[in-house]
């Protein structure tokens, strides 16, 4: 009997020989990919707390007073970030150090410095703090500067806990966008503890301020505030079309600090595999000023995210194309023109014939870079479509003279002459690509003593055609 233990086609020999050659196609495509792939780091976030230790944290408040609030909570916190990976924290304190009257506006400590896993630390100091002094704000957030040490790539936050505004003089606005603008620090947090509603103005300038109303609106703040500390957040950015479409793409986006201008980011926006926006992932502490460059550029201020949600970002860009379209010509080749908007002189975009280029849409007028030069205005730019502008084909004339000489080229508006060229004066023969039409070419040699040997030549451009012109 015929031995069927073996299937035709699936003998273990050259399964295996198969299998084998899969795995080897599974390990280079996984090469490749992580190849392309760009490798996900994660910077170190430094978070120094900066917590009021003045004479007015004796307060009572809710369960306690002001300071032993702050310290339950201070406490809990840090001791629920200790294991937190690619975290490090600092404690710095002031109005502690010195009782008032006398006014100390130097009481100010870096009582615990960055380290890893110096949580006890300033857990033990916070439980240690007694409140005596006064309120010298800018001078400690001046300091705080030198607390955070050197670092490239690392996130560094300050977490103001206040009860009080400036008792000192100093100006906390003033510091905070110094330490901002350097890129010593993100913008800081700000949480007033039963601090009244009137002084809400004087600590927003300082940094994103939250006000802890009563002792479970302070925990939740906590919460809030670590959370964008720690986290980066996910976005999508809507570029509209004209009919508010999310159908705009392929261009950078920059994202600024609104507050200090500091550049974050730049994306070529994208559409992922089903046709929409790309995920950014974005850190929620800055407020943010989006620039999308189209031509002209187009901007958003104040864009805030909101750490733990899918935020859309929609901007209007709605877009068409131009192109300038020469025929077949040798004479026409890199030839280019300048783009503006109509009524503005700015020039947008120096653009080459044959290239298709996107604009905003609206009226437009382009200048080309013959000679003469034509200029064509206006031009609409529609959406989602290709203005297309047809420009005449161009003669070529070779200008010649027995010595090197003075020569322009004029166009005539009836007995007026109209200047649109000179003529190299350190040469015999010059070719120029210029537009049909009738010109005339004033010229004398650099030899001649009399004004009488000016010679003067009315020739025609032919499209497509080249001639010689003989000058003197």
Not at 136 to 149: C, Q, R, T, V, W
Not at 189 to 211: H, L, M, P, S, T
Not at 430 to 453: C, D, H, W
Request: charged share 20%; with cysteine; proline share 6%.
């Amino acid at each position: 009997m015929p031995d069927n233990s073996r299937t035709k086609g699936f003998e273990p020999e050259i399964m295996i020989k198969r299998l084998a050659t899969v795995f080897v196609l599974i390990a280079v495509a996984v090469t490749v990919y992580s190849q392309h792939k760009k490798p996900e780091t994660v910077p170190l976030t430094r978070i120094l707390f900066v917590l009021d230790g003045s004479q007015s944290m004796l307060s009572s408040w809710e369960s306690g007073t002001k300071m032993q609030v702050a310290q339950k909570l201070l406490v809990d916190l840090v001791d629920s970030l200790q294991k937190v990976p690619h975290l490090e924290m600092a404690l710095r304190v002031y109005g502690h150090q010195k009782p008032v009257p006398p006014q100390d506006c130097n009481d100010t400590k870096l009582e615990v410095p960055f380290s890893k896993r110096n949580g006890n630390d300033i857990k033990n100091k916070i439980n240690r703090i007694r409140p005596k002094g006064t309120t010298p704000i800018a001078h400690s957030l001046e300091l705080s500067a030198g607390d955070f040490p050197k670092c490239a790539d690392c996130r560094n936050i300050i977490i103001l806990i206040t009860d009080g505004i400036e008792s000192c003089d100093g100006d906390p606005c003033a510091v905070s966008l110094r330490l901002q603008q350097s890129g010593i620090v993100l913008k800081p947090f700000v949480i007033g503890v039963g601090i009244d509603k009137d002084f809400k103005e004087a600590f927003e300038c300082i940094g994103r301020y939250y006000d802890a109303a009563d002792e479970n609106r302070f925990k939740e703040i906590l919460d809030v505030v670590i959370n964008q500390a720690l986290n980066t957040t996910t976005a999508q950015v809507n570029l509209l079309d004209q009919f508010n479409r999310p159908w705009e793409t392929n261009v950078n986006m920059t994202f600024y600090d609104s507050y200090t201008g500091k550049l974050y980011h730049n994306f070529i926006h994208t559409m992922n595999h089903k046709g929409v926006p790309d995920t950014l992932r974005l850190d929620p502490v800055p407020v943010y000023k989006i620039q999308v460059h189209t031509i002209p550029p187009v901007s958003i201020d104040s864009v805030q995210i909101i750490p733990g949600e899918h935020n859309t970002i929609s901007i209007k860009t709605p877009q068409g194309s131009l192109l300038v379209k020469s025929k077949k010509s040798p004479y026409f080749s890199n030839l280019q023109f300048l783009v503006r908007q109509q009524g503005n002189h700015q020039i947008l975009n120096l653009q080459s014939v044959d290239v298709s280029t996107k604009y905003l849409i609206g009226t437009y007028e382009i200048e080309l870079l013959t000679i003469p030069r034509l200029i064509i205005n206006p031009v609409e730019i529609a959406q989602s479509k290709t203005t297309t502008i047809q420009i005449p084909q161009a003669g070529l004339v070779t200008f010649t003279c027995s010595a090197p000489g003075y020569g322009d080229l004029y166009k005539e508006d009836g007995d007026a002459l109209v200047w649109i060229h000179s003529l190299n004066s350190d040469v015999t023969q010059q070719t120029l690509v210029m537009l049909p039409g009738s010109y005339r070419v004033i010229s004398r040699s650099k030899n001649a003593k009399e004004s009488a040997f000016t010679s003067s030549i009315l020739f025609q451009v032919v499209p497509g055609e080249a001639q010689k012109v003989n000058l003197f």
